[in-house]
């Protein structure tokens, strides 16, 4: 009996062995695989989403009297609050290269009241400035940190905005002695966008928007006792708009990859 076992576990020894050492093997192995790497984000997509700011205007403003011909130019400041939307689409390529296009448009209450240019003179009078609206269309161009998460990008595009303008307590005489304008220009700015979510990123951006020299010029005839005058005239001049702005976005069926 005693050889019976002996033989029985030489049998089986061998066997007992090499299945322990293929499951401490595969143990080992298992312990020595490197975690899964996290997914990556893509900006690769469209978007749609919402922002808010603040923004300071400069407006170049001239008057000239129908009695004097004398012009007399002069910069009225304008601040306020804007709120609105944008949609835009990107494209990254080349490992941490975004590109992109978006439209935006912002409500504003972007306003102000400074001195006639003729104030120096007479000692009185304002003109009122309020841009009621900004519009943009503008490419983009960035380049991603931070697991592709964060994403530092410059843009520049065509830009558009609305001014009114209220000159019923101008030094001269002007009527009507309000008018609206609308005027196209360009914009550049920069800024971060960072991905809070697979689907939800959130950004800061400036902006600076240009609308040129040239505005609107506005008569004015004076009619008194049937005697007719020469107009005074009131023209808007170069305007220029900053804008400091923070929003989030709405990635439309956007997955981590």
């Known amino acids: 009996m005693p050889m019976k076992k002996a033989l029985l576990l030489a049998s089986v020894s061998p066997a007992a062995l090499l299945l322990t050492d293929g499951a401490n093997a595969a143990d080992m192995a298992l312990k020595a695989a490197p975690p899964a790497a996290s997914p990556t984000y893509s900006w690769t997509g469209c978007h749609v989403g919402v922002q808010m700011g603040v923004g300071w205007g400069r407006q170049k403003q001239t008057e000239?009297?129908?009695?004097?011909s004398t012009s007399r130019t002069n910069t009225l400041d304008s601040s306020g609050g804007m709120v609105g939307g944008q949609l835009g689409c990107d494209y990254q390529f080349s490992g941490n290269w975004v590109a992109g296009i978006q439209g935006d448009m912002e409500a504003t209450d972007i306003k102000g009241t400074g001195s006639d240019p003729f104030g120096a003179l007479?000692?009185?009078?304002?003109?009122?400035?309020?841009t009621d609206w900004l519009a943009s269309v503008t490419g983009r161009l960035g380049f991603t940190a931070w697991n592709n998460q964060a994403l530092f990008y410059a843009k520049g595009g065509a830009a558009w905005t609305r001014n009114h303008?209220?000159?019923?307590?101008?030094?001269?005489?002007?009527?009507?002695?309000?008018?609206?304008?609308t005027r196209g220009g360009w914009t550049v700015g920069g800024g971060v966008e960072y991905a809070i979510?697979?689907?939800?990123?959130?950004?800061a951006e400036f902006d600076y928007y240009d609308f040129g020299h040239?505005?609107?010029?506005?008569?004015?005839?004076?009619?008194?006792?049937?005697?007719?005058?020469?107009?005074?005239?009131f023209t808007t001049g170069r305007q220029d708009i900053e804008a400091a702005k923070v929003g989030l976005n709405l990635k439309l069926g956007g997955l981590m990859k």
Request: glycine content about 10%; aromatic content about 18%.
């Open 122 to 130: 007479f000692g009185f009078g304002t003109t009122t400035v309020k």
């Open 214 to 233: 040239g505005g609107t010029t506005l008569s004015s005839t004076l009619s008194f006792l049937g005697f007719v005058g020469p107009a005074n005239t």
């Open 64 to 68: 000239m009297s129908s009695f004097s």
């Open 197 to 203: 979510t697979p689907v939800w990123s959130a950004f």
């Open 165 to 181: 303008w209220d000159l019923s307590n101008a030094d001269l005489f002007f009527s009507p002695s309000s008018f609206s304008e």
